[in-house]
């Protein structure tokens, strides 16, 4: 128990049908994420690291991540996008070495959520430092509180969904059938909004990239025009996810 195998961490951490989590599985995860975290689980399970310091280690590098990317240049960026997959890597892990060692708890979920909220918010509002191109206030800096705002208001509208219902006594899991809108129309909008991802501007994984992108297309331009643009597009995605979110959640079935 002690000495377990890397295989033996992949079994008792990664129940099946786990990469096919479309909802709550990232597509980094299934990607390439589940296949290099039980490497690092079993290390962990044989260190004796329970789950909740490992989550405290995710945020932690979260949080880092946007603070090294308000630093501004080339490579900070590629150092804020490492500190995101190092932050993927221990989401995927916290999970497995609980998993394994019979260790789950409400607070590990609850923790694992905050690590998100916070990660997310750090990110942007280092975007928007970075974009002001110094330390202090601004109106970029402004733009990038507003996106983290909007990015946090998504995720409350999210997991209000599961507070609602169970202040209301009904049960945690919602039928997929309770998912999709009432009206046709609102239904073929969300399915088009699902296909277009553009939600995923302002997720960790996806905008430390896009961070890395643009701080290339700034190294190669000299100013910081590609970073602004990029600050502009995260408030205007997540002011409409906001709105189109709560639209979704209301015009459904999940609330009853």
């Known amino acids: 128990m002690s000495k377990p195998s890397v ?24 990607l390439y994420m589940r296949d290099i975290s039980p490497y690092v689980s079993t290390v962990f399970v044989r260190l004796g690291v329970p789950p909740n310091p490992i989550t405290y280690l995710m945020m932690a590098c979260g949080v880092l991540a946007g603070v090294t990317l308000a630093f501004g240049g080339l490579w900070s960026a590629l150092a804020a996008a490492v500190l995101i997959q190092v932050y993927l890597l221990l989401d995927c892990s916290d999970g497995e070495v609980a998993r394994y060692t019979g260790r789950t708890s409400v607070a590990g979920i609850y923790l694992d959520r905050i690590g998100h909220y916070l990660s997310e918010i750090a990110l942007l509002i280092g975007l928007g430092i970075r974009a002001q191109g110094e330390f202090g206030a601004g109106g970029w800096v402004v733009a990038g509180m507003a996106a983290a705002l909007g990015a946090a208001l998504i995720k409350v509208e999210t997991d209000n969904v599961v507070v609602a219902r169970a202040k209301a006594g009904l049960p945690e899991k919602i039928p997929d059938s309770a998912l999709a809108p009432r009206s046709a129309g609102l239904s073929l909008a969300r399915k088009a909004a699902a296909a277009l991802r553009f939600h995923r501007v ?29 600050v ?15 639209v979704s959640v209301l015009a459904s079935r999940r609330l009853s």
């Open 7 to 30: 295989a033996e961490v992949r079994a008792g951490g990664q129940p099946e049908g786990i990469k096919e989590r479309v909802n709550e599985e990232h597509w980094a995860g299934r």
């Open 202 to 230: 302002i997720q960790a994984v996806e905008l430390s990239l896009l961070v890395v992108v643009v701080a290339i297309v700034d190294a190669v331009r000299g100013d910081l025009l590609a970073t602004q643009v990029l």
């Open 232 to 246: 502009v597009a995260c408030v205007a995605v997540a002011a409409l996810q906001t709105v189109l979110h709560l």
